[in-house]
């Protein structure tokens, strides 16, 4: 043992760092003189878009949900069942629902083992399929959020299906079956044990039987549900031994307060609330509010996202304003801000002098209290009318972001981050509606429509709003738009973004508030275009309207880079080949959206890259398209997928020449709040509280550490690594992962490197399952080490299931 060896064992990094004559598990050979390629300067990435309230509950200060008020009423509430999304309406001793996406109708009791559910349905309109489910457990609102079998049927296609749902959708069969699609037809499911019998119409044979030999479902709830279509339910019997229940549906009246604020009635108080569609200042519906007789007060309450609370610190300003009109009003109108249950005021304002007309009414709110989960109110104490529209409340001063009505907690924990690229965009920009000019103009006029994510969807926050953040904060910006939004407004966008004030939708952005131009590069066609169906007439639409679109992109800003969206398959060269070859020369990116979720996604992103690279160049040898990442997708936001991100860092590396960024999605997540499966945010945060992911240090470790070129580097075992160093060759950095569970010991040889002697040490690590939560926000979170370095050599062990950045610097 050498005197240096004898020093470093004596050292508190002896777990970490060793040097050894014996045997290593791997070798890593670095070529710091042999530069293979430069790292894209833009590549920490983040994507963003209103999913899982990312945006509108996130990082937009709004901090009311539904503020429109176009949320309906709750559903009725059914003795005995519970609605599990849906609008179910008792008839004629029956039950109808409205076609809706996966909505439910769960009978509480009996839990049946073996038995029978019945009843006659008639179905209402066209769509898909409706019928019962069965045997089902740990139920949530959602499409597939629960276990259980389905049996429905299909009357356009005239098919009976049986599925098995865990928390997914599973065809197990399906046959041909004939009834009358505008009569009632009889439906009834024998179970016993694993096996399923259906029946059509009182057939004496069944119509479709089934054994479930993989793991099957034995106990559980019956319920009903409809996939896209209506219909109604009559004479629901279920049987399970000697018991017989047939089901009454008796409704329990439902105030009519738009579902995601809350009624607020004294005790001594009589109110009527109402819904008014005949005359709101914006959309479709404005709440109403009357105070008929007693004493105390009426008035609604909204709790912000999900109910989950407003954060609110002692001290704390905030700002909003409200529309009213009124109807024989007697008082004034009470603003406040209460604790949950409305028992303690921390802030209130009255306004007087309401009048018959919709007007705009300002508000200050200075707190006297700190309140994780405060309430915002809204009452009167005097007998009239007040009809309600377009609610904003927003904090103030330090606790918003430069200015802007976002949260300043989120965005700087974004900054935080390293990130140096964000793009706007994701399926909501697919949605008909996803239109620019709906997102510009006085936020209280804007109209709410019909999104993706979510049915009442708020324009306050919208793609100026990104730019603009974007400018503030240092990122690149690059967002989506609907593909087929009409040329003349997408030129109309050029102007209002990027024109001067003399230009007509320029002069309206220096109205708004901002007179200089925003920065901005890169804009992309549409998002996972044709990702339906491998379909020829498809990408060939999309091409027609990339085309298009980009005529007028590049006639009113030729700087912008256009980027394609369409879903790249490369088993369907012919239809890659086709849109390659239609926006070759006028694209500068493709729209790569790669998997995240397994340790070792890099190995993919690798492959996938070259063969893109491949392809381009087959098709065109001299094209100068390339490639960006714009979704790293996937389901966790565990140590796991932090290793996902950092391998798939790596691979970009690797291809840096060809690469511009790569977004990890998603930027951000409600926390509880996930509704849709993405359940991958990088940034988590509550009405008062932002942490952190394990992806988001992965973020941040190689953000914290980029060089511009990549080296050579030989690698032999079980380790992913990429080297990088700086342009005068003072600085070389070794990105490794280690996605094996057990610790690898590594001798580092550097070549065309030398005099380093410190390392500095940025460990990643854990259980591959570990989170971070608002308790513990860091408990998976970056460790720096120093550790000694002599020579052009040293033994390293790497951590297992761990992303480890090695600097060394001269």
């Known amino acids: 043992m050498n005197p240096f060896t004898r020093i470093a064992l004596s050292t508190a990094s002896l777990a970490l760092f060793a040097l050894t004559a014996t045997a290593q598990q791997a070798k890593i050979t670095v070529d710091a003189a042999k530069v293979l390629n430069k790292i894209p300067a833009k590549m920490y990435g983040s994507c963003i878009e209103d999913v899982n309230h990312e945006i509108y509950g996130g990082l937009y200060d709004q901090r009311l949900y539904g503020e429109s008020f176009e949320e309906p009423a709750p559903a009725i509430s059914y003795q005995g069942w519970k609605t599990l999304g849906g609008q179910w309406t008792a008839v004629d001793g029956g ?41 089902v457990s740990h139920e949530q609102k959602g499409l597939d959020d629960f276990d259980g079998y389905e049996v429905s049927l299909n009357p356009d296609r005239q098919i009976l299906v049986l599925g098995k749902h865990v928390h997914n959708f599973k065809l197990l069969k399906e046959t041909k079956v004939s009834f009358d699609e505008d009569a009632w037809t009889h439906l009834k499911v024998e179970a016993y044990d694993g096996q399923l019998s259906i029946y059509l119409n009182n057939e004496s044979s069944p119509a479709l039987t089934y054994t479930d030999t993989d793991r099957p479902l034995l106990t559980g709830k019956i319920g009903l549900r409809t996939f896209h279509l209506g219909a109604t339910f009559k004479n629901v019997t279920i049987k399970q031994g000697a018991e017989t229940i047939k089901s009454d549906f008796i409704g329990k009246p439902v105030l009519q307060v738009s579902q995601v604020w809350d009624a607020v009635v004294s005790p001594a108080a009589q109110a009527n609330f109402e819904l008014d569609r005949n005359d709101p200042y914006n959309s479709k519906q404005a709440q109403v509010v009357e105070f008929v007789g007693g004493t105390g007060k009426v008035g609604i309450a909204n709790k912000g996202l999900n109910r989950w609370g407003i954060g609110i610190k002692q001290g704390q300003k905030f700002q909003g304003s409200v529309f009213f009109k009124a109807n024989g009003l007697k008082g004034p109108v009470t603003i406040a801000l209460q604790n949950a249950a409305g028992t303690k005021t921390c802030a209130a304002q009255q306004i007087k002098g309401i009048t018959s007309a919709w007007k705009k009414y300002p508000f200050t709110l200075t707190t006297n209290a700190t309140d994780p989960h405060a309430r915002f109110s809204i009452s009167i104490d005097k007998k009239g009318k007040l009809t309600i529209d377009q609610a904003t ?21 974004m900054q935080e981050e390293g990130l140096n690229f964000v793009r706007y965009g994701g399926t909501m920009v697919n949605a008909p509606d996803y239109k620019w000019k709906n997102m510009v103009g006085p936020r209280d006029k804007r109209p709410i429509y019909e ?27 690059a967002f989506a738009i609907n593909v087929e939004e009409k040329p003349e407004d997408i030129a109309d966008m050029l102007q209002y973004l990027t024109g001067g004030v003399n230009t007509s939708w320029g002069k309206k952005r220096a109205e708004a508030g901002h007179p200089a131009p925003y920065r901005l590069k890169y804009i992309e066609l549409g998002n996972e275009e044709v990702i339906w169906g491998d379909l020829k007439n498809d990408y060939q639409h999309y091409a027609e309207r990339f085309n298009l679109l980009y005529d007028v992109i590049h006639k009113n800003n030729p700087d912008i ?44 992103v690798d492959h996938d890259l070259q063969n893109m690279k491949d392809l381009f160049l087959k098709w065109n040898p001299n094209t100068k ?11 966790l936001h565990n140590l796991q997928r932090a290793l996902g991100h950092a391998t798939t860092l790596n691979a970009v590396r690797r291809h840096g020449d060809f690469v511009l960024t790569s977004c990890a999605a998603n930027g951000l997540q409600a926390l509880g709040q996930n509704d849709n499966g993405w359940d991958q945010g990088q940034i988590f945060f509550t009405p008062s509280k932002v942490w952190g992911m394990p992806p988001f240090y992965a973020t941040q470790m190689a953000a914290k550490n980029h060089e511009p070129l990549r080296v050579e580097t030989n690698v032999e075992g079980d380790l992913d690594v990429t080297a990088t160093r700086d342009e005068q060759g003072n600085t070389l950095v070794l990105h490794a992962v280690n996605t094996k569970g057990k610790a690898v010991t590594t001798k580092v040889d550097l070549k065309g490197f030398a005099g380093a002697g410190k390392v500095k040490v940025y460990t990643l690590k854990g259980d591959l399952k570990a989170e971070n939560t608002p308790e513990h926000p860091t408990a998976i979170s970056t460790k720096e080490t120093i550790i000694p370095c002599s020579g052009n050599s040293l033994t390293y062990t790497f951590a297992a299931n761990s992303y480890t950045i090695l600097r060394f610097e001269k």
């Not at 999104?451 to 910006?477: K, L, M, Q, R």
């Open 95 to 135: 039950i109808e629902v409205k076609a809706g996406d996966g909505d439910k109708l769960i009978r509480e009791n009996p839990i049946v083992k073996n038995g029978s559910i019945e009843a006659d349905i008639k179905f209402t309109g066209r769509g898909d399929n409706a019928g019962f489910i069965m045997r």
């Open 393 to 413: 409340l927003m904090s103030t001063g330090a606790s918003q972001f430069e200015g802007q009505p976002l949260r300043a907690d989120i965005a700087h924990k």
């Open 451 to 477: 999104g993706h994510w979510y049915p009442y969807t708020s324009n306050g926050f919208g793609i100026a709003e990104f730019v603009d953040y974007c400018n503030a904060a240092g990122y690149d910006p």
């Open 561 to 604: 880079k256009v980027i394609c969206a369409a879903w790249w398959r490369p088993r369907s060269l012919d239809n890659m080949e086709l849109v390659f070859k239609a926006i070759d020369g006028r694209a500068d990116y493709w729209d790569l959206h790669t998997d995240a979720d397994n340790a070792d996604a890099g190995t993919k």
């Open 625 to 635: 398209m390339k490639v960006t990442i714009f979704e790293e997708n996937g389901g």
